[in-house]
Every structure is written in structure tokens, then in C-alpha cells.
T-cell receptor, first 116, second 113 residues
Framework: DAGVIQSPRHEVTEMGQEVTLRCKPI?????LFWYRQTMMRGLELLIYFNNNVPIDDSGMPEDRFSAKMPNASFSTLKIQPSEPRDSAVYFC??????????????FGQGTRLTVV | AQSVAQPEDQVNVAEGNPLTVKCTYSVSGNPYLFWYVQYPNRGLQFLLK??????LVKGSYGFEAEFNKSQTSFHLKKPSALVSDSALYFCAAVHTGGFKTIFGAGTRLFVKA
């Protein structure tokens, strides 16, 4: 298995533009998580899905952020409009089906977003 | 509020010496505890976890961690550090009531040759 795949690896965009980050979880993994990593705030959980349904989006910073999971193999995190303070590394992670909450997460390599 | 604390931003150790990276947690109930490692420009990789049972947990790359319930700690250890162990280490806790993982701020380990 190729692991969790994120694209793009790097994204540079201008303030005000729409940004879409993509994630393909490992096949058979029912849970998908979006995290944001910054020097100031560390690793923050933004939202997570179970069976394509958003379960907890309390970490989404504001309405400019939205996430979808149209099917079991694809999720997007969208920022519209983007702002310089959104600059961070965004990680996607997934957890295997039926393994329970004591199972470790599998992380993608991240998307480094820079908003100028 | 529930939290995971890693009191040291950076740990420096000489190659061949033992290393300890500290973690304490404030999570209700009996959380599941994890250690992850992050190398530059990579995602987090799982090292080990404590679910129940023996307080000493062994994981990947020779790492182990000691769970102490009374001190609510889960310190990461390795008997003999390698230069290649230099990386960012995260402690994490999962509340048994859900899947929400609480991460510590991370500790950067620097192993000097």
C-alpha cells in the first residue's frame, strides 16, 4: 500500500485565493483526520470523518475552512479566501476499519501551504 | 481542559548515551497513549503505544516508554542513542470516549556524534 497520499506537497498562493488540499487515505481505513501544524500552535486537529461523515469539526478555525469526503478514498480541505496566517503544514491521517480508538494513525507527508 | 505536556522543547544527548523524552498528560479516564516521530519534511510515524498491561512498552527502532499512572507520565526512552534518532517526537493521548487525539507540542531530539 502506498500509504496516505496528499497533494500537492507544496502550495504557494496569494492572499484571497482559494486553496484546495487533497487526501487519499489508505484503502479500508474508515477514519480520516485533517491536522494543521505550525510552530506557534503545534499540531491541531481540524476535523475528522468516519465513513465519509464529519464527526467533529470543532477544530476548524473559521468559516473560511471547509472539508469534504465525497467517498471513502478521497477528501478535500478547502480554504476560501486564504490568508497569510493560514500558512502551515496540513496533514491528513487515517485509521483502519474496526480497529478501535487504541489504534495508531497513519499520516501522509503533508502539504506545506504558504500564503503570501 | 485535557492536555498533553512535553516540558522540553529540545533534548540534547551524545551518541551512545541513554535518552529520555518526557511526557505527562491530563486526560480523564484511562487514555490510550502514543509516541510518534517526525523526520524533516515527513509526516508523523508511529513508534509505540500503551493500551493496558505492562507499564514498559517496547516499540520501533529500539525505543521504549514507561507508563506511570500515579504520575500521569509516559516518558520515551532508549538505552543508546543514535545520530539517526535526531527528529521531532510527539506524545499523544486518545480519550477512551472517542477518536480525538490530543498531541503534545513536540520535543526536538538532537543526538550529537
Amino acid at each position: 500500500d502506498a500509504g496516505v497520499i496528499q497533494s500537492p506537497r507544496h502550495e504557494v498562493t496569494e492572499m484571497g485565493q482559494e486553496v484546495t488540499l487533497r487526501c487519499k487515505p489508505i484503502s479500508g481505513h474508515d477514519y480520516l483526520f485533517w491536522y494543521r501544524q505550525t510552530m506557534m500552535r503545534g499540531l491541531e486537529l481540524l476535523i475528522y470523518f468516519n465513513n465519509n461523515v464529519p464527526i467533529d469539526d470543532s477544530g476548524m478555525p473559521e468559516d473560511r475552512f471547509s472539508a469534504k469526503m465525497p467517498n471513502a478514498s478521497f477528501s478535500t480541505l478547502k480554504i476560501q479566501p486564504s490568508e497569510p496566517r493560514d500558512s502551515a503544514v496540513y496533514f491528513c491521517a487515517s485509521i483502519p476499519r474496526d480497529r478501535g480508538m487504541n489504534t495508531e494513525a497513519f499520516f501522509g507527508q503533508g502539504t506545506r501551504l504558504t500564503v503570501v | 481542559a485535557q492536555s498533553v505536556a512535553q516540558p522540553e522543547d529540545q533534548v540534547n544527548v551524545a551518541e551512545g548515551n541513554p535518552l529520555t523524552v518526557k511526557c505527562t498528560y491530563s486526560v480523564s479516564g484511562n487514555p490510550y497513549l502514543f509516541w510518534y516521530v517526525q523526520y524533516p519534511n515527513r509526516g508523523l510515524q508511529f513508534l509505540l503505544k500503551y493500551i493496558t498491561g505492562d507499564n514498559l512498552v517496547k516499540g520501533s527502532y529500539g525505543f521504549e516508554a514507561e507508563f506511570n499512572k500515579s504520575q500521569t507520565s509516559f516518558h520515551l526512552k532508549k538505552p543508546s542513542a543514535l545520530v539517526s534518532d535526531s527528529a521531532l517526537y510527539f506524545c499523544a493521548a486518545v480519550h477512551t470516549g472517542g477518536f480525538k487525539t490530543i498531541f503534545g507540542a513536540g520535543t526536538r531530539l538532537f543526538v550529537k556524534a
